[in-house]
């Protein structure tokens, strides 16, 4: 996939980049730690701008955002209760649970947006949840924007800096992924105890 994926970056410059970073942002598997060091390295052998590939990537994952933002409108609160009702006696979950999570997400969901935007694979799949929670879209914009920028600043950056040797990021990246998903597996396995544990005490 790999090779794919750079030479059609070559073939295709920024409007490529662009195709590629929207497609990463709601097909996850096409790895953006691939496409922004890639882009910072053409800038050390084609007409393409540190600048101009940092763009083309930050408009692509916004616009990638967005449709994930609006399958997330498509399962808001009240498809979601529905399933309570029809499964939430099997799920130990009741409906309350939803709105509760969902006035969490109404109140911190946009720390949540701008952070996650900087960890791999959540950084796409943030978005549905800033859906399904109806997150006003600007904020949503504005922190995603945000979030990205960065997120695209450093990679794109790093390949420019190390050229021809771009691919030694990969190393890092694959040991910073690992990282962040066993900080996300603990914190998840943590709020499933806590959350089974008060719901048992009080059955």
Not at 38 to 51: K, Q
Not at 85 to 109: N, S
Request: charged share 15%; with cysteine.
């Amino acid at each position: 996939m790999q090779n794919w994926i750079t030479d059609f970056m070559e073939q295709f410059g920024y409007i490529g980049i662009f195709l590629m970073i929207a497609l990463e942002n709601v097909f996850p598997p096409i790895p953006s730690e691939v496409i922004l060091p890639f882009g910072g390295f053409m800038t050390t052998y084609t007409d393409l701008t540190i600048p101009g590939v940092i763009i083309a990537a930050t408009a692509g994952s916004v616009v990638g955002a967005i449709i994930l933002y609006g399958i997330g409108l498509l399962l808001d609160v009240e498809r979601l209760e529905k399933i309570v009702d029809r499964w939430g006696h099997i799920l130990r979950v009741k409906k309350e649970d939803i709105h509760k999570a969902d006035a969490w997400f109404d109140k911190y969901g946009y720390w949540t947006v701008l952070f996650c935007r900087m960890v791999p694979l959540i950084r796409s799949l943030i978005s549905i949840p800033a859906g399904m929670s109806n997150m006003k879209f600007w904020v949503f914009l504005l922190f995603t924007t945000i979030g990205t920028l960065v997120w695209n600043i450093i990679l794109v950056s790093i390949g420019a800096l190390l050229g021809e040797s771009w691919e030694d990021i990969l190393e890092f990246m694959d040991l910073y992924s690992t990282i962040a998903y066993a900080g996300i597996a603990l914190i998840g396995i943590g709020a499933l105890v806590f959350f089974f544990r008060k719901r048992f005490i009080k059955s």
